[in-house]
């Protein structure tokens, strides 16, 4: 499976983006899907996930009440929407699935995804 990640872009401090995850070739509802993120010179960070029906959903502390993970599995998609965006949301934003569940305690681990996409650059700067 291959993922493609797209929507991110340059926003300044307290505006909002939408990342998209779209699979090819392959229909995404079975599959849980998450966001990570890794900012230069730092290691890789969970962000957000979802299981495959959306109805468990996850999220870092530093997210929590500012970003929402959302699917339409009639699109085939996987969205991220990110409001009041901060300057530490800048980072390179991917996209990773696995087909089935995901137990919600695993959901934040990126050795239990196998797919991954190529990232979208998020930057909040004035």
């Known amino acids: 499976v291959q993922l493609q990640a797209s929507g991110g872009g340059l926003v300044q401090p307290g505006g909002s983006l939408r990342l998209s995850c779209v699979p090819s070739?392959?229909?995404?509802?079975?599959?849980?899907v998450s966001w990570f993120r890794q900012a230069p010179g730092r290691e890789r960070e969970f962000v957000s996930a979802?299981?495959?029906?959306?109805?468990?959903?996850a999220y870092a502390d530093s997210v929590k009440g500012r970003f929402t993970i959302s699917r339409d599995n009639a699109k085939n998609t996987v969205y991220l929407q990110m409001n009041s965006l901060k300057p530490e949301d800048t980072a390179v934003y991917y996209c990773?699935?696995?087909?089935?569940?995901?137990?919600?305690?695993?959901?934040?681990?990126?050795?239990?995804?196998?797919?991954w996409g190529q990232g979208t650059q998020v930057t909040v700067s004035s």
């Open positions: 990773a699935a696995r087909n089935g569940r995901i137990v919600l305690s695993a959901m934040r681990r990126a050795g239990v995804y196998d797919y």
């Open positions: 070739g392959r229909t995404f509802s079975t599959y849980a």
């Open positions: 979802t299981d495959p029906r959306g109805v468990t959903t």
